[in-house]
Nanobody
Framework: QVQLVESGGGLVQAGGSLRLSCVVS????????MGWFRRRPGKDREFVAR????????YYADDVKGRFTISRDNAVKTIYLQMNNLKPDDTALYYC???????????????WGQGTQVTVSS
């Protein structure tokens, strides 16, 4: 059983920064592509960023490119999302997910955490 637990969300002013973490337990860590997703108020879950096993391949949604950075520490089975220059439109519940495939589609992620709330005030 794969379990994912996110942390690091909170309230921040526009222009500020946060770093989200997602700790993974169970399963075979090296098999998984890891991704960050978010659900903004009134919208469906959407892709934010993903990273492959070695960290050599990353991919970002256009509206976070240049502001957010995904990374992973395989020694502690944790992925991170460094979010800089946050905007009110980034307000959302942020989830991490694990997938067996190199994908950005939420439907192709098999395991999910419960999410951590990020609120950006103007």
């Amino acid at each position: 059983q794969v379990q994912l637990v996110e942390s690091g969300g909170g309230l921040v002013q526009a222009g500020g920064s946060l770093r989200l973490s997602c700790v993974v337990s169970g399963g075979t860590w090296s098999n998984y592509v890891m991704g960050w997703f978010r659900r903004r108020p009134g919208k469906d879950r959407e892709f934010v960023a993903r990273i492959n096993w070695s960290g050599s391949s990353t991919y970002y949604a256009d509206d976070v490119k240049g502001r957010f950075t995904i990374s992973r520490d395989n020694a502690v089975k944790t992925i991170y999302l460094q979010m800089n220059n946050l905007k009110p439109d980034d307000t959302a519940l942020y989830y991490c997910g694990a997938s067996r495939g190199l994908t950005y589609r939420p439907s192709e992620y098999q395991w999910w955490g419960q999410g951590t709330q990020v609120t950006v005030s103007s």
